[in-house]
């Protein structure tokens, strides 16, 4: 085999690996994305709910008093 023959087999396969790459790096950091975004829906759930606990335990106390 000649080098031609080489170099061309190299940049044929690094034409096809580097777009796939990419694109899936791509993919990685936009599913990241939705990932952290739904982290923190979860957290401010959290928050509303332990809100609402602690209103209805307070209603409660004043209820028992």
């Known amino acids: 085999m000649q080098w031609y023959h080489v170099v061309s087999l190299v940049l044929g396969n690094a034409a096809l690996i580097i ?3 990419l694109w899936n790096r791509g993919e990685a950091n936009t599913d ?3 990932i952290i975004s739904l982290m923190h829906g979860i957290q401010e759930e959290i ?3 332990h809100g609402r606990l602690c209103a209805l335990e307070e209603k409660y106390h004043q209820i028992r008093k």
């Open 19 to 21: 777009p796939l790459f």
């Open 47 to 49: 928050k509303d709910f």
């Open 32 to 34: 990241r994305r939705e």
